[in-house]
């Protein structure tokens, strides 16, 4: 897959990560997120998740929460959230998980087209394409979901740094 390019030459002050449920992959990415850019120095950016089909008020599954306490990535305080149209408008630039995720948020908001990509489009040297849903599964698919959003948010820091 190609490697997508945004121009970050607007400031980006907020970032807003998209699953379905907003209790496995997006407070994993946002986890996996806030301690990727407190590396970088760039802390002062606001990462927040939500969910298209999101609960309200209920904390990650707790095979999301070990899985990445595993690499000392703490999302046991993160809380879902349902999305809206004040979190799409609030946020500078989205990342979700699947294109359905992509389909459903233009749907609320079409202005949102533009700063909304696929996790998957910042991966390097991978045919993956959408991030799949561990809900339910074993932690083996918790941990595959981890490092997929790992690999693809490394891709994604490469492209804001450049």
């Given at each position: 897959m190609a490697e997508t390019t945004i121009n970050f030459k607007k400031q980006i002050n907020s970032i807003l990560v998209v699953c379905t449920g907003?209790?496995?992959?997006?407070?994993?990415?946002?986890?996996?997120?806030?301690?990727k850019l407190k590396n970088c120095n760039l802390s002062h950016i606001r990462i927040f998740s939500a969910g298209t089909h999101g609960w309200d008020h209920e904390p990650p599954t707790g095979l999301a929460v070990k899985v990445c306490a595993e690499e000392d990535i703490d999302i046991s305080g993160i809380l879902s959230s349902p999305i809206s149209k004040s979190m799409i408008i609030d946020a500078d630039l989205i990342l979700v998980m699947e294109k359905k995720h992509k389909k459903n948020l233009i749907?609320?908001?079409?202005?949102?087209?533009?700063?909304?990509?696929?996790?998957t489009s910042f991966q390097k040297d991978s045919s993956l394409t959408e991030i799949d849903?561990?809900?339910?599964?074993?932690?083996?698919?918790?941990?595959k979901a981890f490092c997929d959003i790992n690999r693809c948010l490394d891709g994604f820091i490469d492209s804001m740094l450049k």
């Open positions: 907003n209790i496995c992959r997006s407070p994993m990415g946002e986890g996996i997120l806030r301690e749907k609320i908001d079409p202005s949102c087209s533009g700063k909304t990509f696929l996790i849903d561990p809900y339910m599964l074993p932690v083996q698919y918790y941990r």
